[in-house]
């Protein structure tokens, strides 16, 4: 699930610059570990406004906390920008070389 949430421009920077990695939330949502968090800036008085460079990006929740030391019905979120996965698929090394064989070929 994607959760969109403001985010206060005093935390824009930290939380770009991967300094806070964290999100004190009250919990009306059912966050989950793996739901996925875009945010959206707003002034210290309430009013959005557009940050490209925050909206741009999508944060992975990486662990919930409740209870201990918070306020009920509060959870501490970690959160991180996720890694892209990426497959990749090489030649068996015959095929490679049999297409460089037959490429050479071609060339002469």
Not at 64 to 83: A, D, N, R, W
């Amino acid at each position: 699930m994607t959760h969109i949430l403001k985010l206060s421009e005093d935390y824009i920077e930290p939380v770009l610059n991967r300094e806070k990695t964290f999100e004190v939330r009250f919990n009306d949502r059912g966050f989950q570990k793996g739901d996925l968090i875009k945010f959206t800036a707003i002034s210290r008085h309430g009013v959005p406004f557009m940050d490209e460079r925050l909206e741009s990006r999508v944060y992975e929740i990486t662990y919930v906390h409740s209870g201990l030391g918070l306020k009920e019905g509060y959870v501490v979120l970690g959160i991180k920008e996720p890694t892209i996965k990426l497959k990749l698929t090489f030649a068996e090394p015959d095929s490679l070389t049999q297409d460089i064989e037959s490429e050479d070929d071609l060339c002469q």
